[in-house]
């Protein structure tokens, strides 16, 4: 077992560095060196481990980053995101993207299928654990803009693709202006996707106005939380809920309060790379 830990250990070290390193030109030798693995059998080993090849998985990697950008960054040249996820040719890019994606770049940006963003091509399921310790805090009750969202969790993006665009039209861009949120009420993992519930929601000063959006008034309840700091890929996100609700709550003694948990995003994807992207866990205390 032991054998077996170190040998994942060691992937996800690569799979770490290639996150870290998404903008440099990554090489056999390189992620070898990372992995301490030789480079004859490096390529079988990491296709077994991650069910893909290292090379396949770059580029998934760096078309799903392309995906958002031409969603949620539209005055980014279609070229430029091509050049920025290393593909020499616009051609290149599309023929990739097109089989990813099922539509070409610019039918992607003008009629996204907004599903298709939270795809997962390979089967990292995994990441290299850092140490969790959780801080109690208390939180002030704030009052919040909010967009519910009820229904599967692959659909999210379609309510977050609403919920940004009452933001551009209210003036209240992404972290400059207020505080974002997610409040979640079930684990996605353990309910019918009909049944999942998440509230998306952004801090504001004024009342929100009626609108075409679905956008209502609503508060995130203050008091006592128990706070953990999540770096990296949303997708890993609920190893958090788990730590708190699996090894930290039944050692500290504190009594979980009558309220949902809720996430608060320091920065968003794109506008920052994946291994960059800071999320704060917030379990409510008695």
């Not at 070409?104 to 299928?113: A, E, G, K, L, V």
């Not at 609403?162 to 933001?167: D, G, P």
């Not at 039209?169 to 353990?190: C, H, M, Q, W």
Request: overall charge negative.
């Amino acid at each position: 077992m032991a054998s077996i830990k170190h040998y994942e250990k060691r992937m996800l070290a690569v799979c770490d560095y290639i996150y870290k390193h998404l903008d440099e030109d990554l090489t056999v030798e390189a992620l070898c060196d990372v992995a301490c693995f030789s480079k004859y059998h490096f390529h079988r080993q990491f296709t077994h481990f991650m069910g893909v090849g290292v090379f396949k998985f770059v580029q998934q990697l760096r078309l799903k980053r392309a995906s958002y950008e031409l969603v949620f960054t539209t005055e980014k040249r279609i070229i430029d995101i091509a050049m920025s996820a290393k593909f020499d040719h616009p051609e290149s890019f599309s023929r990739a993207f097109k089989k990813a994606y099922s539509q070409s770049p610019s039918d992607f940006r003008r009629n996204p299928d907004l599903q298709k963003l939270g795809l997962h091509f390979h089967k990292l399921e995994k990441q290299l654990e850092p140490k969790m310790t959780a801080n109690i805090v208390d939180f002030d009750t704030t009052k919040i803009a909010l967009l519910k969202h009820r229904g599967a969790p692959s659909r999210i993006m379609e309510s977050v693709a609403v919920f940004r665009e009452w933001r551009k039209a209210s003036g209240l861009l992404p972290i400059s202006k207020s505080r974002t949120f997610n409040i979640v009420y079930e684990d996605p993992a353990v309910v019918a996707p009909e049944d999942f519930r998440c509230d998306i929601a952004a801090e504001v000063m004024n009342e929100v106005d009626d609108n075409d959006y679905g956008v209502i008034n609503s508060t995130l309840e203050g008091g006592r939380y128990a706070v953990v700091r999540h770096l990296g890929p949303y997708d890993s996100i609920s190893r958090c809920l788990y730590f708190l609700y699996g090894e930290w709550l039944p050692e500290s003694e504190e009594e979980p309060r009558d309220a949902p948990c809720f996430f608060q995003y320091q920065n968003h994807f794109p506008e920052v790379a994946e291994h960059e992207l800071i999320t704060d866990v917030y379990l409510p205390l008695k």
